[in-house]
């Protein structure tokens, strides 16, 4: 089963998705957690190409070839390959962050995006967990993590605010896959919904 998360910045996909990994694993699953961009060496060096420096570094067309490139390179050597040995693979973000960002904030790119996505990706995942909340809370929580790599969280709350919008939309444009999980609350409460979930696709 590949189940992927998916939601703004600081949304806490990142603490949930390795909370599921260990209820999962504590369950007698085989199971491997990664993420995008990255998941793969090759990915990950593509990672620090989009998500450090200037934030004029790529046009919006060559992001999307970047991000999709390191998509495939992740597809190939970590995803399908676990996949084919029966494991539960959990991805932090994947093809809709792309459909997201670079399909939606700067112009309406969503055409090239899903083109390219069919020639080069072809899969979508087997469950998508949308954690949904207040871009006000998800962009403090996101400015109070150390990083360099802030080539996106520069754009402030507007562009948030678009982005809970667009993957609002996205989940009822896929409401097969999507699954819509209230982000504004503990870890733990958050974590328990996504459990139950989960749990009730893999029976
Ligand atoms: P994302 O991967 O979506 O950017 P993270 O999981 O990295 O989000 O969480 C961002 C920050 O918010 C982290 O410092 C994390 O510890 C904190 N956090 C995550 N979930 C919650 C929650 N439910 N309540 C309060 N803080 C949270
Ligand atoms: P991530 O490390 O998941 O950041 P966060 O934990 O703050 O959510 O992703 C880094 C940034 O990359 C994030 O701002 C969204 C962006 N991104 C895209 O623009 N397109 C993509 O296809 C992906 C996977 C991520």
Redesign the pocket.
């Known amino acids: 089963m590949f189940i992927t998360?998916e939601?703004?910045?600081?949304?806490?996909?990142?603490?949930?998705?390795h909370l599921l990994r260990d209820t999962l694993v504590a369950q007698g699953f085989d199971v491997i957690l990664t993420r995008e961009p990255g998941g793969s060496p090759g990915a990950e060096e593509i990672r620090s190409l989009v998500l450090e420096g200037d934030p004029d570094r790529w046009s919006a067309e060559t992001e999307i070839l970047l991000f999709t490139a390191a998509r495939r390179d992740h597809l190939e050597r970590t995803i399908l390959p676990a996949l084919a040995k029966g494991k539960v693979v959990i991805c932090?973000r994947f093809a809709d962050s792309t459909r997201m960002y670079q399909g939606l904030s700067r112009g309406d790119l969503r055409g090239i995006v899903d083109q390219l996505h069919n020639i080069m990706i072809g899969r979508e995942p087997d469950l998508t967990i949308l954690?949904d909340m207040d871009p006000a809370i998800?962009l403090s929580?996101?400015k109070?993590?150390q990083t360099s790599e802030e080539r996106f969280e520069d754009f402030g709350q507007a562009l948030q605010e678009q982005m809970r919008r667009g993957f609002l939309s996205l989940a009822r444009e896929y409401a097969d896959r999507f699954h819509v999980i209230d982000?504004?609350?503990?870890?733990s409460?958050?974590a328990s919904d996504i459990a139950t979930l989960v749990q009730e696709q893999l029976v």
Do not use: L, M, N
């Open positions: 998360f939601g703004i910045d600081g949304s806490g996909k990142s603490t949930q998705a932090d954690i998800g929580r996101a109070s993590r982000g504004g609350r503990s870890q409460e958050v």
